[in-house]
């Protein structure tokens, strides 16, 4: 067993990109979500790693830093909260055009506009269906405990390097404030050797110039560069991962992510005090969305709650993935205020086990 | 006799530097994003760093500089190359990094990022070329067209009390203690050329030495922006972007020579 | 064994920190724990509440809506929270600046005077150690020692020299705190 220790999810995040040999990290404060920075800066991670560590002077610079250092095949990162992660969407389009590995943390908090500073899964579409402009998907992981915030920087890392790709940690003010036990994983060292078949370090005379770029001016080529992009999405969902909670016995079924989720096993297990019978199927990728699990089971449920910290957006690829045969509905308090347990409860009853 | 007899090495006068791919050049002819582009990659080649040089293409008419440079290359987006190169540089250490940007990148979007960069002294070098218009979108009004001139989107002239004061961002930079080397040069004649190319030499030199960061503005044309013959933009250029950009060195190691700068700054230079 | 508790007072009583102490304490005894705070106006003066869970499995909502305990450090916290224990649960408060004690009969209410003991202690730093001894001495859920422990481990190394101290007060907590009956 490795080292535990108590902390909040931010600062795990921050610990984890130390460990996994992140090169660096360029970022910008906003709430909730400014422990990331002031932990890297306050455990020197400059001296532990040699790991770089920047404050931007917007979060427009931050991710054109990520995207200069990816472009030379670094393992870099950058985090924010929702108004920030907004501005970051160009530099965000250019990488996922560009095809450049890195990784993005988003720690949600209520909008539209400033919003509020609380917690919030209303990022939703801005996360999975591409979020700046052009055919685009990122990488989508949802943690739902300080655990998974340090193990999905890891993850999130190797995976954007598999499928050359930006990956997205998409966290809220629940999971980026609150501490909890994490089993911190062993320190790794920072890569030393570059796949020199795209990055650019400089022309050696063994090979061709190496360009990052996302033009296309040729719009046939364009297309075939989207075609390629399009291709990878599809085998990105190699990787889709879920988990079932009580889900072997279930007559009805809760669909959320990230702290939802959390909350929703709650709801669960009062729903079986109960003696209903609910399981919860936890989304942990978001793109890929885990569609045909949920597909299987919704062949054994009369309902499906999906559950989010928002207006109603998962709730889409849910309907999509159940093809119209069993009833779907939402539920969530959004715009900053968390759902209570028994308020999920109360609506799965309103909604789906009484209507 | 024959083109034949000519064309032998011993009748070699001028050629390509190697490092300029054999694309043709996109700009229009007499253009100076090409003659700048030669200049730089003449100093890489003489500094024998095309193995550790990294360029940062921006968005203008310049967009496809890294189809015409033999060096690794990244595109970025609109006024955000000085951010890229801070996150190449600070990676990169030991690398050799520099932007090359156009007036409506570097001193209208990507402002923040210009000051910003320069501010904290990357150690990188930053290409300015300001022709005073939007070249690429077909001239429109950048934050460097002279009070007065025409654009498309300011077609009578541009006015001050409507439009805003055209900015000297040279001169601010130069003022910022990050920077270490900031000039204004120009490449529409020979003796303004070898000036500009011993500036790339020197600002590439600067950031051999870890300095902080060199910035080297060069005035240029945009004939068919300005809708003149390239000889006669030369001409207008001369006559009045000249006087309003006046061309010379206005920092070099860290001391402010320029001596408008000094009299803003109340020092006696006489 | 799931205790779900709510500490709530002013910025600055130390409730986060009490709060981060208490799931140390948890760890320290091998319990799965969550420390969830209200954020965003955490400076002095401001209302701070934080909920920690201490639980023999995984925790599963870190927010909550309802309490097996609530601590409670001043009025506002008290007028908030005191609906929000269970029935059969126990609310923990401090009288100081109390002008409304608290109503209910159905739940287990203790008071102590822990701003009046560390006034007396000669250091309103061990105000929130006495008001941890006091929940602990209510609901004895984590042995005294790994609560020490736990302490320790919550504390900057700085601030070791203070661990005697904050064991005393804990200890005078336990001491003071008494039932109150509405």
Redesign the interface.
């Known amino acids: 067993m490795g080292e535990l220790q108590l902390m909040k999810g931010n600062e795990a995040i921050a610990e984890a990109a130390i460990r996994a040999g992140c090169d660096a990290y360029f970022g910008y404060p906003i709430t909730p979500q400014s422990e990331v920075l002031e932990y890297l800066m306050s455990e020197k991670a400059y001296e532990r790693t040699g790991m770089v560590v920047l404050q931007a002077e917007s979060e427009l610079a931050a991710i054109n830093m990520v995207y200069g250092a990816a472009s030379t095949g670094k393992r870099v990162m950058t985090s924010s909260s929702s108004p920030g992660i907004s501005l970051k969407q160009e530099g965000i389009s250019y990488m996922a055009g560009a095809e450049l590995p890195c990784l993005i943390v988003n720690v949600v908090r209520g909008g539209p506009g400033l919003g509020t500073i609380q917690p919030s899964q209303a990022d939703y579409f801005q996360s999975t269906k591409g979020g700046g402009h052009g055919d685009y998907r990122l990488l989508v992981l949802a943690p739902a405990s300080v655990q998974e915030m340090s193990d999905f920087v890891k993850l999130a890392f190797d995976l954007a390097f598999k499928y050359r790709n930006p990956a997205l940690i998409l966290s809220d003010g629940v999971i980026g404030q609150m501490m909890e036990k994490v089993e911190l994983f062993e320190q790794q060292p920072r890569a030393t050797t570059f796949d020199q078949s795209w990055v650019t370090t400089g022309k050696t005379p063994n090979r061709e110039r190496n360009i990052i770029t996302s033009l296309n001016l040729d719009p046939v080529l364009q297309e075939q560069h989207n075609h390629h992009l399009q291709e990878k999405y599809e085998r990105m969902k190699a990787e889709v991962r879920f988990e079932r909670y009580h889900c072997d016995d279930a007559e009805y079924l809760m669909v959320a992510y990230g702290s939802s989720a959390r909350i929703c096993q709650k709801a669960v297990l009062l729903a079986r005090e109960k003696g209903i019978r609910v399981g919860l199927l936890r989304p942990i990728t978001l793109y890929p969305f885990p569609s045909e699990p949920l597909l299987e089971l919704s062949k054994q449920v009369k309902g499906i709650l999906s559950v989010e910290m928002s207006a109603g957006q998962m709730i889409e690829d849910v309907r999509l993935a159940v093809h119209d045969t069993v009833k779907v509905e939402h539920y969530g308090r959004y715009g900053g205020v968390i759902h209570s347990p028994e308020e999920v409860l109360d609506a799965f009853m309103k909604k789906i086990v009484g209507g | 006799m024959d083109i034949k007899d000519i064309i032998k090495p011993e009748n070699l006068v001028y050629k390509r530097t190697p490092l300029l791919t054999s694309n043709t050049l996109s700009y229009c002819p007499g253009c100076g994003h090409g003659t700048t582009h030669r200049v730089i990659m003449e100093v890489i080649e003489e500094m024998g760093i095309?193995?550790?040089?990294?360029g940062?293409?921006p968005v203008g008419c310049s967009?496809?500089a890294?189809d015409f440079m033999?060096?690794?290359?990244?595109?970025?987006?609109h006024g955000?190359a000085p951010?890229?190169?801070?996150?190449?540089k600070?990676?990169?250490p030991e690398?050799?990094v520099f932007s090359y940007q156009g007036d409506g990148d570097l001193a209208a979007i990507g402002t923040?990022?210009t000051i910003?960069c320069c501010n904290r002294g990357e150690s990188i070098v930053i290409i300015f070329i300001n022709n005073g218009i939007y070249g690429m979108t077909g001239g429109q009004m950048a934050p460097t067209t002279l009070v007065g001139m025409k654009s498309s989107t300011s077609p009578y002239g541009r006015d001050v009390a409507f439009m805003g004061n055209p900015l000297k961002i040279t001169e601010l930079v130069a003022q910022l203690p990050g920077t270490c080397f900031v000039t204004r040069q120009a490449v529409h004649t020979p003796a303004a050329v070898r000036k500009t190319k011993k500036a790339v030499r020197m600002a590439f030199e600067n950031q051999k030495a870890n300095k902080g960061l060199s910035f080297i503005e060069v005035v240029s044309n945009c004939n068919s922006g300005w809708k003149m013959t390239p000889v006669a933009a030369n001409k207008w250029m001369e006559e009045n972007m000249f006087p309003f950009y006046p061309l010379g060195d206005m920092k070099v190691d860290g001391r402010i020579v320029s001596k408008e700068l000094l009299s803003l700054a109340g020092v006696k230079t006489e | 064994m799931n205790e779900e508790i709510i500490i709530a007072g002013f910025g600055g009583q130390g409730v986060l920190s009490m709060g981060k102490i208490l799931a140390y304490s948890g760890i320290m005894q091998n319990m799965e724990v969550s420390w969830m705070p209200s954020y965003g106006p955490e400076m002095r003066g401001g209302t701070a509440n934080v909920t920690v869970i201490l639980s023999d499995e995984r925790v599963s909502s870190p927010v909550l809506n309802t309490y097996d305990t609530a601590i409670i450090l001043n009025q506002q916290s008290l007028d908030k929270f005191e609906d929000k224990v269970k029935p059969g649960g126990l609310l923990l408060y401090d009288s100081n600046g109390i002008t409304r004690h608290p109503i209910r009969k159905d739940i287990n209410i203790q008071l102590v005077e822990a701003a009046t003991e560390s006034a007396r202690m000669g250091s309103t730093r061990t105000f929130n150690m006495i008001v941890l001894g006091a929940y602990l001495k209510t609901k004895p859920i984590v042995a005294l020692e790994n609560v020490l422990k736990g302490l320790k481990k919550s504390l900057p190394s700085r601030h070791h020299h203070l661990m005697t101290l904050n064991e005393e007060a804990i200890k005078r907590g336990m001491d003071i705190v008494k039932p109150f009956h509405p």
């Open positions: 095309q193995a550790d040089t990294i940062i293409a967009v496809l890294y033999d060096i690794d290359m990244v595109q970025a987006a955000r951010a890229v190169a801070t996150g190449i600070r990676t990169w690398k050799f923040s990022e910003h």
